[in-house]
């Protein structure tokens, strides 16, 4: 007979850590107790895959090293003196050229928000999936000069 208390600690053990949270919230309020045994096996499953998404999401966004982690594309400011394409943007934040394994170069005078609006598509690549790096030209070229000087 297995104790319900180790459950939780079992499931953690077997990295299933979402399904082992869902499973003490389940145990400590009572209106769960009266679900049929199938439907509480649905919500632990559930919250696992919401748990094991959010994670990689997570590990994305880390590895993805975004200089401004908290820019999204539904914040864009299309003033003026940016020249942005409202029109432009909403295609590009379709993603498809993201499915089809392009990639997205931005250029344009100091200080008009490049950086910020490549940090946007970098973090809806990464809640899309997708692996993502964030550097700036200065940076790549750097990157492409030493690959090229030692044969990688």
């Known amino acids: 007979m297995i104790i319900a208390g180790t459950i939780p600690h079992k499931l953690a053990q077997l990295g299933l850590h979402g399904m082992a949270e869902a499973l003490e919230k389940q145990q400590s309020e009572p209106k769960f107790t009266d679900m049929p045994f ?3 096996l649905g919500l632990l499953v559930e919250q696992e895959l919401l748990s094991k998404d959010a994670r990689k ?34 295609t590009l934040a379709t993603g498809e050229w993201m499915r089809q394994k392009q990639n997205l170069i931005l250029t344009g005078t100091t200080g008009t928000g ?4 490549a940090c946007a598509f970098g973090q809806q690549a990464c809640r899309r999936g997708l692996s993502t790096l964030y550097m700036t030209a200065t940076r790549l070229f750097e990157n492409l000069t030493l690959g090229m000087a030692d044969g990688s």
């Open 57 to 90: 999401i997570e590990r994305l966004l880390k590895n993805a090293k975004l200089r401004y982690s908290q820019a999204v594309l539904e914040d864009i400011d299309y003033r003026n003196q940016r020249s942005l394409d409202p029109l432009q943007i909403q």
């Open 114 to 117: 490049k950086s910020w609006i």
């Open 38 to 40: 199938e439907q509480r």
